[in-house]
Protein backbone atom coordinates (compact mmCIF):
# COMPACT_ATOMS: atom_id res chain seq x y z
CA UNK A 1 0.00 0.00 0.00
CA UNK A 2 1.13 3.14 -0.47
CA UNK A 3 1.68 5.74 2.50
CA UNK A 4 3.03 9.83 2.84
CA UNK A 5 5.53 10.65 6.50
CA UNK A 6 3.60 13.02 7.93
CA UNK A 7 6.02 15.16 9.85
CA UNK A 8 4.82 17.44 12.97
CA UNK A 9 7.07 20.16 13.80
CA UNK A 10 5.80 21.65 17.29
CA UNK A 11 8.24 24.15 19.65
CA UNK A 12 7.50 20.81 22.22
CA UNK A 13 6.93 17.80 20.20
CA UNK A 14 8.04 16.03 17.02
CA UNK A 15 5.37 13.55 15.76
CA UNK A 16 5.81 11.40 12.82
CA UNK A 17 3.99 8.45 10.95
CA UNK A 18 3.06 6.94 7.76
CA UNK A 19 -0.85 7.89 6.92
CA UNK A 20 -1.64 5.50 4.08
CA UNK A 21 -2.87 7.49 0.65
CA UNK A 22 -6.35 7.31 1.92
CA UNK A 23 -5.80 8.64 5.11
CA UNK A 24 -7.26 5.73 7.04
CA UNK A 25 -4.28 4.26 8.41
CA UNK A 26 -1.17 5.44 10.48
CA UNK A 27 1.59 3.60 11.07
CA UNK A 28 4.68 3.64 12.93
CA UNK A 29 3.60 6.64 15.11
CA UNK A 30 6.04 8.45 16.93
CA UNK A 31 6.66 11.39 19.36
CA UNK A 32 9.41 13.16 21.09
CA UNK A 33 10.45 16.12 22.72
CA UNK A 34 11.60 18.46 20.33
CA UNK A 35 14.65 20.00 22.14
CA UNK A 36 14.94 23.16 19.94
CA UNK A 37 17.56 24.86 22.16
CA UNK A 38 20.30 21.95 21.04
CA UNK A 39 19.90 23.76 17.98
CA UNK A 40 18.48 23.66 13.95
CA UNK A 41 20.61 20.55 13.54
CA UNK A 42 19.83 18.50 16.47
CA UNK A 43 16.22 18.96 15.34
CA UNK A 44 16.36 17.73 11.97
CA UNK A 45 18.96 15.07 12.60
CA UNK A 46 16.30 13.98 15.41
CA UNK A 47 13.27 13.97 12.59
CA UNK A 48 15.25 12.34 10.34
CA UNK A 49 16.38 9.52 12.63
CA UNK A 50 12.42 9.23 13.50
CA UNK A 51 11.30 9.02 10.16
CA UNK A 52 13.65 6.03 9.39
CA UNK A 53 12.23 4.15 12.27
CA UNK A 54 8.67 4.90 11.24
CA UNK A 55 9.51 3.74 7.41
CA UNK A 56 10.78 0.42 9.51
CA UNK A 57 7.77 0.06 11.46
CA UNK A 58 5.41 0.52 8.89
CA UNK A 59 7.71 -1.97 6.41
CA UNK A 60 7.53 -4.42 9.66
CA UNK A 61 3.93 -3.98 9.78
CA UNK A 62 2.60 -4.37 5.92
CA UNK A 63 3.98 -6.01 3.03
CA UNK A 64 5.00 -3.81 0.09
CA UNK A 65 5.02 -0.35 1.86
CA UNK A 66 5.61 2.55 -0.65
CA UNK A 67 6.66 5.74 1.08
CA UNK A 68 5.50 8.29 -1.92
CA UNK A 69 7.14 11.58 -0.09
CA UNK A 70 6.97 13.63 2.87
CA UNK A 71 4.88 16.14 4.46
CA UNK A 72 6.04 18.57 7.05
CA UNK A 73 3.73 21.00 9.35
CA UNK A 74 5.64 23.53 11.26
CA UNK A 75 4.98 26.74 13.09
CA UNK A 76 5.14 29.81 10.79
CA UNK A 77 5.44 32.19 8.88
CA UNK A 78 6.89 30.52 6.28
CA UNK A 79 6.32 30.20 2.71
CA UNK A 80 4.80 27.53 0.94
CA UNK A 81 6.53 27.81 -2.44
CA UNK A 82 10.26 27.86 -1.24
CA UNK A 83 9.91 25.41 1.69
CA UNK A 84 11.41 27.65 3.63
CA UNK A 85 10.14 28.88 7.69
CA UNK A 86 11.20 32.64 7.70
CA UNK A 87 10.77 32.71 11.59
CA UNK A 88 9.59 30.44 14.45
CA UNK A 89 10.80 32.12 17.66
CA UNK A 90 9.50 28.70 19.53
CA UNK A 91 12.08 26.87 17.02
CA UNK A 92 15.11 29.78 17.25
CA UNK A 93 14.43 29.04 13.05
CA UNK A 94 15.49 32.22 10.97
CA UNK A 95 15.04 31.59 7.35
CA UNK A 96 15.19 28.01 7.47
CA UNK A 97 15.06 25.52 4.44
CA UNK A 98 13.45 22.92 5.95
CA UNK A 99 11.60 21.19 3.14
CA UNK A 100 14.65 20.71 1.54
CA UNK A 101 16.83 19.67 4.09
CA UNK A 102 14.54 16.81 5.28
CA UNK A 103 13.73 16.14 1.23
CA UNK A 104 17.45 15.43 1.06
CA UNK A 105 18.45 13.42 3.99
CA UNK A 106 15.54 11.05 3.32
CA UNK A 107 15.61 10.77 -0.40
CA UNK A 108 12.28 12.12 -0.93
CA UNK A 109 9.77 14.94 -2.07
CA UNK A 110 8.57 16.77 0.21
CA UNK A 111 5.94 19.55 0.80
CA UNK A 112 5.72 22.57 3.62
CA UNK A 113 2.62 24.02 5.20
CA UNK A 114 1.71 25.88 8.37
CA UNK A 115 1.00 23.38 11.38
CA UNK A 116 -2.61 25.19 12.31
CA UNK A 117 -3.23 24.47 8.10
CA UNK A 118 -1.64 20.47 8.57
CA UNK A 119 -4.31 19.96 11.44
CA UNK A 120 -7.29 21.81 9.06
CA UNK A 121 -6.31 19.35 6.32
CA UNK A 122 -5.99 16.61 8.64
CA UNK A 123 -9.55 17.36 9.62
CA UNK A 124 -11.06 18.26 6.46
CA UNK A 125 -9.31 14.86 4.84
CA UNK A 126 -10.75 12.37 7.64
CA UNK A 127 -11.83 14.01 10.32
CA UNK A 128 -14.42 16.20 12.40
CA UNK A 129 -14.59 18.74 8.78
CA UNK A 130 -15.05 15.65 6.80
CA UNK A 131 -17.28 16.72 3.35
CA UNK A 132 -17.18 20.23 4.05
CA UNK A 133 -17.01 22.98 1.58
CA UNK A 134 -16.23 25.79 3.88
CA UNK A 135 -14.71 24.97 7.33
CA UNK A 136 -12.07 26.87 10.19
CA UNK A 137 -10.08 25.03 12.83
CA UNK A 138 -9.19 26.71 16.34
CA UNK A 139 -6.13 24.78 17.47
CA UNK A 140 -5.94 25.72 21.24
CA UNK A 141 -2.73 25.59 23.01
CA UNK A 142 0.50 27.37 23.91
CA UNK A 143 -1.03 30.06 20.79
CA UNK A 144 -4.20 29.76 18.87
CA UNK A 145 -3.82 28.55 15.51
CA UNK A 146 -6.01 28.50 12.60
CA UNK A 147 -6.86 27.02 9.64
CA UNK A 148 -9.33 27.85 6.78
CA UNK A 149 -11.14 25.92 4.11
CA UNK A 150 -12.62 27.55 1.77
CA UNK A 151 -14.12 26.02 -1.60
CA UNK A 152 -12.85 22.91 -0.04
CA UNK A 153 -8.98 23.96 -0.58
CA UNK A 154 -6.98 25.48 2.26
CA UNK A 155 -6.88 29.05 2.31
CA UNK A 156 -3.12 30.36 2.27
CA UNK A 157 -3.74 34.39 1.55
CA UNK A 158 -1.22 36.50 -0.44
CA UNK A 159 1.73 35.59 1.30
CA UNK A 160 0.93 32.16 2.85
CA UNK A 161 -0.08 34.10 6.28
CA UNK A 162 -3.88 33.57 6.43
CA UNK A 163 -5.90 31.92 9.45
CA UNK A 164 -3.90 33.83 11.81
CA UNK A 165 -7.22 33.70 13.65
CA UNK A 166 -5.70 33.36 17.53
CA UNK A 167 -4.75 37.10 16.55
CA UNK A 168 -7.97 38.61 15.59
CA UNK A 169 -8.63 41.69 18.18
CA UNK A 170 -11.78 40.79 20.42
CA UNK A 171 -11.09 43.47 23.23
CA UNK A 172 -10.29 46.84 21.44
CA UNK A 173 -8.20 48.40 24.63
CA UNK A 174 -7.76 44.57 25.52
CA UNK A 175 -4.84 42.28 27.44
CA UNK A 176 -1.41 42.57 25.75
CA UNK A 177 -0.30 39.32 23.69
CA UNK A 178 2.71 38.12 22.46
CA UNK A 179 2.61 39.29 18.94
CA UNK A 180 2.89 43.03 20.52
CA UNK A 181 -1.30 43.63 19.47
CA UNK A 182 -3.86 44.19 22.66
CA UNK A 183 -6.94 42.57 22.74
CA UNK A 184 -5.78 39.16 20.41
CA UNK A 185 -8.38 36.05 21.48
CA UNK A 186 -4.87 34.41 21.91
CA UNK A 187 -4.41 36.99 24.76
CA UNK A 188 -7.32 35.39 26.24
CA UNK A 189 -7.57 32.35 25.67
CA UNK A 190 -4.71 30.35 24.73
CA UNK A 191 -3.38 27.75 27.52
CA UNK A 192 -1.20 30.21 29.01
CA UNK A 193 -3.70 33.05 29.00
CA UNK A 194 -6.67 30.75 30.67
CA UNK A 195 -3.66 29.80 33.26
CA UNK A 196 -3.21 33.04 34.25
CA UNK A 197 -6.74 34.84 34.12
CA UNK A 198 -6.75 31.48 37.57
CA UNK A 199 -3.85 32.71 38.62
CA UNK A 200 -4.64 36.30 38.75
CA UNK A 201 -8.51 35.41 40.32
CA UNK A 202 -6.51 33.67 42.90
CA UNK A 203 -3.97 36.50 43.91
CA UNK A 204 -7.50 38.37 43.81
CA UNK A 205 -8.63 36.46 46.45
CA UNK A 206 -10.83 33.74 44.80
CA UNK A 207 -10.86 30.53 46.83
CA UNK A 208 -9.76 26.91 44.91
CA UNK A 209 -8.78 23.62 44.59
CA UNK A 210 -6.09 24.83 42.40
CA UNK A 211 -3.99 26.54 45.27
CA UNK A 212 -3.92 23.29 47.28
CA UNK A 213 -2.24 21.50 43.65
CA UNK A 214 0.11 24.97 43.33
CA UNK A 215 1.04 24.14 46.93
CA UNK A 216 2.39 27.66 47.60
CA UNK A 217 4.02 27.92 44.03
CA UNK A 218 1.01 29.70 41.26
CA UNK A 219 3.45 28.82 38.54
CA UNK A 220 2.52 25.06 38.11
CA UNK A 221 -1.42 25.87 37.60
CA UNK A 222 -1.64 25.38 34.08
CA UNK A 223 -4.46 25.23 31.59
CA UNK A 224 -4.45 21.61 31.79
CA UNK A 225 -4.68 21.99 35.81
CA UNK A 226 -7.71 24.07 35.55
CA UNK A 227 -9.05 21.80 33.03
CA UNK A 228 -8.88 18.87 35.87
CA UNK A 229 -10.09 20.99 38.68
CA UNK A 230 -13.19 22.32 36.27
CA UNK A 231 -13.82 18.28 35.76
CA UNK A 232 -13.67 17.93 39.59
CA UNK A 233 -16.38 19.99 40.19
CA UNK A 234 -14.04 23.57 41.10
CA UNK A 235 -15.88 26.44 41.22
CA UNK A 236 -12.99 29.07 40.07
CA UNK A 237 -11.72 26.80 37.40
CA UNK A 238 -15.04 26.38 35.98
CA UNK A 239 -16.00 29.91 35.79
CA UNK A 240 -12.24 30.09 33.85
CA UNK A 241 -13.17 27.66 31.74
CA UNK A 242 -16.88 29.48 31.31
CA UNK A 243 -15.07 32.54 30.51
CA UNK A 244 -12.70 30.99 27.65
CA UNK A 245 -16.00 29.31 26.35
CA UNK A 246 -17.20 33.03 25.96
CA UNK A 247 -13.75 34.55 24.65
CA UNK A 248 -13.49 31.67 22.51
CA UNK A 249 -17.03 32.23 21.14
CA UNK A 250 -16.32 35.74 20.16
CA UNK A 251 -14.16 34.43 18.47
CA UNK A 252 -15.72 32.12 16.44
CA UNK A 253 -18.76 34.00 16.01
CA UNK A 254 -16.72 36.65 13.85
CA UNK A 255 -15.52 34.27 11.58
CA UNK A 256 -19.15 32.44 11.21
CA UNK A 257 -19.80 35.87 10.23
CA UNK A 258 -17.28 36.31 8.03
CA UNK A 259 -16.94 32.61 6.10
CA UNK A 260 -20.04 31.03 7.16
CA UNK A 261 -18.72 27.98 6.82
CA UNK A 262 -20.10 24.75 7.42
CA UNK A 263 -18.63 23.70 10.69
CA UNK A 264 -15.81 25.02 12.79
CA UNK A 265 -14.05 22.29 14.28
CA UNK A 266 -11.95 23.32 17.55
CA UNK A 267 -8.62 21.41 18.52
CA UNK A 268 -6.71 21.16 21.84
CA UNK A 269 -6.30 20.13 25.53
CA UNK A 270 -9.53 22.76 25.82
CA UNK A 271 -11.86 20.26 24.53
CA UNK A 272 -11.12 18.06 27.16
CA UNK A 273 -13.48 19.82 28.93
CA UNK A 274 -16.64 18.64 26.95
CA UNK A 275 -20.02 20.31 27.17
CA UNK A 276 -18.35 22.48 30.21
CA UNK A 277 -16.72 24.05 27.32
CA UNK A 278 -18.92 23.23 24.23
CA UNK A 279 -22.29 24.56 25.65
CA UNK A 280 -21.56 28.01 26.83
CA UNK A 281 -19.21 28.35 23.24
CA UNK A 282 -22.54 27.65 21.32
CA UNK A 283 -24.24 29.72 23.09
CA UNK A 284 -22.22 32.91 22.55
CA UNK A 285 -22.05 32.12 19.14
CA UNK A 286 -25.82 32.00 19.12
CA UNK A 287 -25.99 35.11 20.63
CA UNK A 288 -23.26 37.27 18.29
CA UNK A 289 -23.22 35.66 14.82
CA UNK A 290 -26.38 35.63 12.40
CA UNK A 291 -29.19 33.34 12.65
CA UNK A 292 -28.65 31.69 9.40
CA UNK A 293 -24.64 31.60 9.40
CA UNK A 294 -25.24 30.02 12.91
CA UNK A 295 -27.85 27.42 11.16
CA UNK A 296 -25.86 26.45 8.65
CA UNK A 297 -22.55 25.39 11.27
CA UNK A 298 -21.83 22.59 13.44
CA UNK A 299 -19.65 23.49 16.30
CA UNK A 300 -17.24 20.36 17.00
CA UNK A 301 -14.53 19.36 18.85
CA UNK A 302 -11.35 17.79 16.37
CA UNK A 303 -11.35 13.76 15.40
CA UNK A 304 -8.33 13.66 15.27
CA UNK A 305 -6.09 14.48 18.81
CA UNK A 306 -2.35 14.15 18.62
CA UNK A 307 -2.40 12.91 15.25
CA UNK A 308 -4.28 15.57 12.93
CA UNK A 309 -0.96 17.54 12.40
CA UNK A 310 0.18 14.58 10.87
CA UNK A 311 -2.41 13.31 8.71
CA UNK A 312 -2.90 16.76 7.55
CA UNK A 313 0.96 17.11 6.79
CA UNK A 314 0.39 14.00 4.29
CA UNK A 315 -2.72 15.27 2.51
CA UNK A 316 -0.36 18.58 2.16
CA UNK A 317 2.08 16.88 0.24
CA UNK A 318 -0.23 14.51 -2.00
CA UNK A 319 -2.11 18.24 -2.85
CA UNK A 320 1.23 19.33 -3.94
CA UNK A 321 2.08 16.41 -5.78
CA UNK A 322 -0.49 15.30 -7.90
CA UNK B 1 -22.02 46.41 -28.07
CA UNK B 2 -23.49 43.91 -25.49
CA UNK B 3 -24.57 45.65 -22.12
CA UNK B 4 -26.25 44.24 -18.91
CA UNK B 5 -28.14 46.26 -16.68
CA UNK B 6 -26.89 46.71 -13.48
CA UNK B 7 -29.64 47.27 -10.51
CA UNK B 8 -28.52 48.43 -6.99
CA UNK B 9 -31.15 48.11 -4.86
CA UNK B 10 -30.59 50.68 -1.34
CA UNK B 11 -32.76 51.37 1.11
CA UNK B 12 -32.59 55.13 0.39
CA UNK B 13 -31.61 55.03 -3.08
CA UNK B 14 -32.29 52.82 -6.49
CA UNK B 15 -29.74 53.01 -8.68
CA UNK B 16 -29.85 51.71 -12.48
CA UNK B 17 -27.40 51.83 -15.20
CA UNK B 18 -26.80 49.77 -18.66
CA UNK B 19 -22.97 48.54 -18.00
CA UNK B 20 -20.80 47.68 -21.24
CA UNK B 21 -19.38 43.98 -21.06
CA UNK B 22 -15.90 44.31 -20.14
CA UNK B 23 -17.14 46.90 -17.53
CA UNK B 24 -15.40 50.20 -18.71
CA UNK B 25 -19.16 52.04 -19.78
CA UNK B 26 -21.95 52.79 -18.16
CA UNK B 27 -25.02 54.51 -20.45
CA UNK B 28 -28.14 55.74 -18.46
CA UNK B 29 -27.24 55.67 -15.26
CA UNK B 30 -30.38 56.70 -12.50
CA UNK B 31 -31.24 57.01 -9.32
CA UNK B 32 -34.27 57.67 -7.23
CA UNK B 33 -35.31 57.20 -3.62
CA UNK B 34 -36.69 53.92 -3.15
CA UNK B 35 -39.55 54.79 -1.31
CA UNK B 36 -40.02 51.60 0.73
CA UNK B 37 -42.73 52.71 2.73
CA UNK B 38 -45.11 52.78 -0.49
CA UNK B 39 -44.30 48.90 -0.36
CA UNK B 40 -42.90 46.58 -2.25
CA UNK B 41 -45.07 46.77 -5.57
CA UNK B 42 -44.24 50.03 -5.79
CA UNK B 43 -40.55 49.78 -5.36
CA UNK B 44 -40.80 47.07 -8.37
CA UNK B 45 -42.43 49.29 -10.43
CA UNK B 46 -40.38 52.08 -9.75
CA UNK B 47 -37.08 49.82 -10.54
CA UNK B 48 -39.26 48.59 -13.86
CA UNK B 49 -38.98 52.05 -15.32
CA UNK B 50 -36.57 53.23 -14.36
CA UNK B 51 -34.72 50.13 -16.57
CA UNK B 52 -36.98 50.79 -19.42
CA UNK B 53 -35.42 54.42 -19.84
CA UNK B 54 -31.98 52.93 -19.10
CA UNK B 55 -32.55 50.91 -22.03
CA UNK B 56 -33.83 54.16 -23.82
CA UNK B 57 -31.02 56.27 -22.88
CA UNK B 58 -28.85 53.03 -23.90
CA UNK B 59 -30.18 52.64 -27.19
CA UNK B 60 -29.97 56.55 -27.78
CA UNK B 61 -26.41 56.97 -26.82
CA UNK B 62 -25.36 54.41 -29.27
CA UNK B 63 -26.38 52.37 -32.27
CA UNK B 64 -26.66 48.21 -31.70
CA UNK B 65 -27.00 48.18 -28.28
CA UNK B 66 -27.72 44.40 -27.07
CA UNK B 67 -29.13 43.96 -23.43
CA UNK B 68 -27.89 40.35 -22.16
CA UNK B 69 -29.99 40.49 -19.28
CA UNK B 70 -30.35 42.17 -15.56
CA UNK B 71 -28.02 41.91 -12.09
CA UNK B 72 -29.58 42.87 -9.26
CA UNK B 73 -27.61 43.81 -5.65
CA UNK B 74 -30.33 43.72 -2.64
CA UNK B 75 -29.49 43.68 0.75
CA UNK B 76 -29.75 40.34 2.28
CA UNK B 77 -29.92 37.55 3.07
CA UNK B 78 -30.62 36.40 0.49
CA UNK B 79 -30.87 33.02 -1.82
CA UNK B 80 -28.56 33.79 -4.63
CA UNK B 81 -29.40 30.26 -5.82
CA UNK B 82 -33.67 30.87 -5.65
CA UNK B 83 -33.19 34.67 -6.09
CA UNK B 84 -35.54 35.18 -2.92
CA UNK B 85 -34.77 37.98 -0.77
CA UNK B 86 -35.45 36.19 2.81
CA UNK B 87 -35.49 39.60 4.91
CA UNK B 88 -34.60 42.98 4.71
CA UNK B 89 -35.80 45.60 7.66
CA UNK B 90 -34.93 48.73 5.55
CA UNK B 91 -37.10 47.51 2.95
CA UNK B 92 -39.75 45.81 4.53
CA UNK B 93 -39.51 42.53 3.28
CA UNK B 94 -39.81 38.93 3.71
CA UNK B 95 -39.50 35.82 1.23
CA UNK B 96 -39.63 38.31 -1.62
CA UNK B 97 -38.81 36.66 -5.11
CA UNK B 98 -37.17 39.96 -6.53
CA UNK B 99 -34.94 38.33 -9.31
CA UNK B 100 -37.91 36.42 -10.92
CA UNK B 101 -40.22 39.22 -10.45
CA UNK B 102 -37.70 41.97 -12.14
CA UNK B 103 -36.99 39.25 -14.92
CA UNK B 104 -40.62 38.44 -15.51
CA UNK B 105 -41.42 42.04 -15.94
CA UNK B 106 -38.38 42.83 -17.96
CA UNK B 107 -38.19 39.97 -20.19
CA UNK B 108 -34.61 39.19 -19.99
CA UNK B 109 -32.79 36.69 -17.86
CA UNK B 110 -31.51 37.84 -14.13
CA UNK B 111 -29.13 37.19 -11.13
CA UNK B 112 -29.42 38.48 -8.00
CA UNK B 113 -26.73 39.08 -5.06
CA UNK B 114 -26.44 40.88 -1.59
CA UNK B 115 -25.62 44.45 -2.35
CA UNK B 116 -22.17 44.46 -0.80
CA UNK B 117 -21.20 41.57 -2.45
CA UNK B 118 -22.07 43.45 -5.52
CA UNK B 119 -20.04 46.32 -4.73
CA UNK B 120 -17.27 44.04 -3.84
CA UNK B 121 -17.73 42.50 -7.58
CA UNK B 122 -17.63 45.69 -9.05
CA UNK B 123 -14.31 46.98 -7.35
CA UNK B 124 -12.83 43.65 -8.41
CA UNK B 125 -13.68 43.81 -11.96
CA UNK B 126 -12.92 47.30 -12.65
CA UNK B 127 -11.92 49.53 -9.91
CA UNK B 128 -9.29 49.36 -7.06
CA UNK B 129 -9.43 45.41 -6.17
CA UNK B 130 -8.56 44.93 -10.06
CA UNK B 131 -6.54 42.05 -10.37
CA UNK B 132 -6.19 41.16 -6.95
CA UNK B 133 -6.65 36.82 -5.96
CA UNK B 134 -8.10 37.89 -2.61
CA UNK B 135 -9.18 40.86 -1.35
CA UNK B 136 -11.65 42.40 1.02
CA UNK B 137 -14.62 45.79 0.54
CA UNK B 138 -15.62 47.35 4.07
CA UNK B 139 -18.69 49.69 2.43
CA UNK B 140 -19.38 51.88 5.02
CA UNK B 141 -22.98 53.61 5.22
CA UNK B 142 -26.49 53.15 7.60
CA UNK B 143 -24.37 50.20 7.98
CA UNK B 144 -21.37 48.19 7.45
CA UNK B 145 -21.26 45.68 4.52
CA UNK B 146 -18.52 43.19 3.43
CA UNK B 147 -17.63 41.44 0.41
CA UNK B 148 -14.85 38.98 0.32
CA UNK B 149 -12.91 37.81 -3.18
CA UNK B 150 -11.20 34.74 -2.69
CA UNK B 151 -8.76 33.03 -5.11
CA UNK B 152 -10.53 35.50 -7.63
CA UNK B 153 -14.35 34.35 -6.97
CA UNK B 154 -17.22 35.94 -4.29
CA UNK B 155 -17.12 34.40 -1.27
CA UNK B 156 -20.60 32.89 -0.67
CA UNK B 157 -20.19 30.41 2.30
CA UNK B 158 -22.47 27.57 3.40
CA UNK B 159 -25.56 29.55 3.07
CA UNK B 160 -25.18 32.69 1.40
CA UNK B 161 -23.87 35.21 4.44
CA UNK B 162 -20.56 35.27 4.05
CA UNK B 163 -18.61 38.63 4.35
CA UNK B 164 -20.97 40.03 7.64
CA UNK B 165 -17.96 41.91 8.30
CA UNK B 166 -19.98 44.66 10.14
CA UNK B 167 -21.14 42.28 12.71
CA UNK B 168 -17.81 41.14 13.87
CA UNK B 169 -17.19 41.69 17.51
CA UNK B 170 -14.41 44.03 18.31
CA UNK B 171 -15.37 45.04 22.08
CA UNK B 172 -17.08 42.15 24.03
CA UNK B 173 -18.71 43.94 26.18
CA UNK B 174 -18.91 46.79 23.76
CA UNK B 175 -22.06 48.89 22.16
CA UNK B 176 -25.28 47.32 21.56
CA UNK B 177 -25.95 47.17 17.82
CA UNK B 178 -28.99 47.16 16.04
CA UNK B 179 -28.44 43.29 15.22
CA UNK B 180 -28.76 42.49 18.86
CA UNK B 181 -25.20 41.40 19.45
CA UNK B 182 -22.51 43.87 21.86
CA UNK B 183 -19.45 45.27 20.08
CA UNK B 184 -19.92 44.98 16.53
CA UNK B 185 -17.62 46.69 14.63
CA UNK B 186 -20.89 48.59 12.83
CA UNK B 187 -21.68 49.98 16.29
CA UNK B 188 -18.64 52.19 16.14
CA UNK B 189 -18.07 53.06 12.83
CA UNK B 190 -20.91 53.13 10.46
CA UNK B 191 -22.40 56.36 9.69
CA UNK B 192 -25.12 56.64 12.33
CA UNK B 193 -22.54 55.55 15.07
CA UNK B 194 -19.97 58.30 13.58
CA UNK B 195 -22.96 60.69 14.24
CA UNK B 196 -23.41 59.59 17.59
CA UNK B 197 -20.21 59.42 18.68
CA UNK B 198 -19.84 62.95 17.87
CA UNK B 199 -23.70 63.80 19.63
CA UNK B 200 -21.92 62.10 23.13
CA UNK B 201 -18.86 63.97 23.26
CA UNK B 202 -20.88 67.44 22.63
CA UNK B 203 -23.50 66.37 25.49
CA UNK B 204 -20.48 65.09 27.02
CA UNK B 205 -19.34 68.87 27.07
CA UNK B 206 -17.51 69.06 24.12
CA UNK B 207 -16.54 72.36 22.06
CA UNK B 208 -17.41 72.07 18.33
CA UNK B 209 -18.47 73.89 15.27
CA UNK B 210 -20.89 71.13 15.02
CA UNK B 211 -23.20 73.27 17.71
CA UNK B 212 -23.63 75.32 15.38
CA UNK B 213 -24.50 73.59 12.68
CA UNK B 214 -26.81 71.81 14.39
CA UNK B 215 -28.68 75.19 15.74
CA UNK B 216 -29.66 73.38 19.00
CA UNK B 217 -30.88 70.29 17.46
CA UNK B 218 -27.95 67.36 17.83
CA UNK B 219 -30.10 65.06 16.05
CA UNK B 220 -29.42 67.34 12.86
CA UNK B 221 -25.72 66.30 13.14
CA UNK B 222 -24.88 63.37 10.75
CA UNK B 223 -21.74 61.73 9.49
CA UNK B 224 -21.81 63.62 6.77
CA UNK B 225 -21.65 67.20 9.07
CA UNK B 226 -18.92 65.30 11.09
CA UNK B 227 -16.66 64.87 7.79
CA UNK B 228 -17.62 68.61 6.68
CA UNK B 229 -16.41 70.22 9.88
CA UNK B 230 -13.68 67.65 9.89
CA UNK B 231 -12.24 69.26 6.78
CA UNK B 232 -12.97 72.69 7.99
CA UNK B 233 -10.45 71.53 11.26
CA UNK B 234 -13.12 71.25 14.12
CA UNK B 235 -11.41 69.41 16.62
CA UNK B 236 -14.21 67.71 17.82
CA UNK B 237 -14.82 66.38 14.40
CA UNK B 238 -11.38 65.16 13.34
CA UNK B 239 -11.08 63.23 17.09
CA UNK B 240 -14.28 61.63 15.83
CA UNK B 241 -12.64 60.96 12.37
CA UNK B 242 -9.87 59.61 14.26
CA UNK B 243 -11.41 57.44 16.35
CA UNK B 244 -13.66 55.64 13.68
CA UNK B 245 -9.72 54.85 11.92
CA UNK B 246 -9.03 53.58 14.78
CA UNK B 247 -12.09 51.51 15.08
CA UNK B 248 -12.25 50.81 11.05
CA UNK B 249 -8.42 49.63 11.85
CA UNK B 250 -9.47 47.21 14.35
CA UNK B 251 -12.11 45.38 11.48
CA UNK B 252 -9.76 45.67 8.98
CA UNK B 253 -6.59 44.40 10.62
CA UNK B 254 -8.59 41.34 11.47
CA UNK B 255 -9.65 40.70 8.18
CA UNK B 256 -5.93 41.02 7.07
CA UNK B 257 -5.12 38.55 9.61
CA UNK B 258 -7.84 35.93 8.91
CA UNK B 259 -7.71 35.99 5.14
CA UNK B 260 -4.23 37.93 3.56
CA UNK B 261 -5.80 39.45 0.84
CA UNK B 262 -3.97 41.63 -1.50
CA UNK B 263 -6.18 44.45 -1.20
CA UNK B 264 -8.89 45.72 1.25
CA UNK B 265 -11.11 48.51 -0.62
CA UNK B 266 -13.13 51.43 1.47
CA UNK B 267 -16.02 52.83 0.15
CA UNK B 268 -18.54 55.06 1.23
CA UNK B 269 -18.51 58.22 2.49
CA UNK B 270 -16.20 58.29 5.27
CA UNK B 271 -13.84 57.80 2.04
CA UNK B 272 -14.09 62.03 2.11
CA UNK B 273 -11.98 62.56 5.07
CA UNK B 274 -8.95 61.28 2.65
CA UNK B 275 -5.53 61.24 4.42
CA UNK B 276 -7.71 62.24 8.06
CA UNK B 277 -8.70 58.74 7.74
CA UNK B 278 -6.84 56.29 5.57
CA UNK B 279 -3.32 57.30 8.05
CA UNK B 280 -4.67 56.55 11.05
CA UNK B 281 -6.00 54.27 9.83
CA UNK B 282 -3.11 52.42 8.19
CA UNK B 283 -1.49 53.24 11.38
CA UNK B 284 -3.81 50.87 13.31
CA UNK B 285 -3.81 48.26 10.83
CA UNK B 286 0.24 48.14 11.15
CA UNK B 287 -0.14 48.03 14.92
CA UNK B 288 -2.65 44.93 15.10
CA UNK B 289 -1.82 42.75 11.98
CA UNK B 290 0.83 40.67 11.32
CA UNK B 291 3.87 41.87 9.38
CA UNK B 292 4.03 39.64 6.64
CA UNK B 293 0.46 40.41 5.60
CA UNK B 294 0.64 44.02 6.04
CA UNK B 295 3.50 43.98 3.89
CA UNK B 296 1.25 42.15 1.42
CA UNK B 297 -1.99 44.64 1.71
CA UNK B 298 -3.28 47.45 0.10
CA UNK B 299 -5.32 49.83 1.54
CA UNK B 300 -7.41 51.94 -0.38
CA UNK B 301 -10.73 54.16 -1.10
CA UNK B 302 -12.95 52.52 -3.44
CA UNK B 303 -12.53 53.47 -7.36
CA UNK B 304 -16.05 53.32 -7.94
CA UNK B 305 -17.91 55.78 -6.11
CA UNK B 306 -21.75 55.93 -6.10
CA UNK B 307 -21.57 53.06 -9.34
CA UNK B 308 -19.58 49.87 -8.05
CA UNK B 309 -22.99 48.53 -6.95
CA UNK B 310 -24.45 48.65 -10.29
CA UNK B 311 -21.05 48.03 -12.19
CA UNK B 312 -20.62 44.78 -9.34
CA UNK B 313 -24.59 43.30 -10.41
CA UNK B 314 -23.71 43.34 -13.85
CA UNK B 315 -20.44 41.14 -13.05
CA UNK B 316 -22.76 39.24 -10.94
CA UNK B 317 -25.05 38.24 -13.88
CA UNK B 318 -22.17 38.26 -16.58
CA UNK B 319 -20.52 35.17 -14.08
CA UNK B 320 -23.91 33.53 -13.46
CA UNK B 321 -25.07 33.21 -17.06
CA UNK B 322 -21.21 32.34 -18.75
Same mark, same amino acid.
Given at each position: ?68 ? =? ?11 ? #? =? ?7 ? @? ?8 ? /? ?11 ? /? ?7 ? @? ?19 ? #? ?13 ? =? ?20 ? #? ?27 ? $? ?80 ? =? ?6 ? $? ?20
Amino acid at each position: MRYVLGIDIGGTNLVVGAVSEDGRRILGLESEPTGAPQGADHVIERIVAMAARTIAAARAAEVDVEILG =VGIGSPGPLNTKS #G =VVLLTPNLG @WVDMPVRDRI /ATRLDLPAALDND /ANCAMAGEW @WVGAAQGARHAVTFTLGTGIG #GGIVVDGKLLHGASD =VAAEIGHITIETNGRRCGCGND #GCLEAYASGPAIARRAVEAIEAGADSSLQ $GIAAGDLTRITAQTVYQAAAAGDPLALEVVQDTAKYLGVGVANLINILNPEVVVICGGVTQAGDRLFTPLRREVTRRAFRPA =VQACRIVP $GALPGTAGVVGAAKVFLDAHR
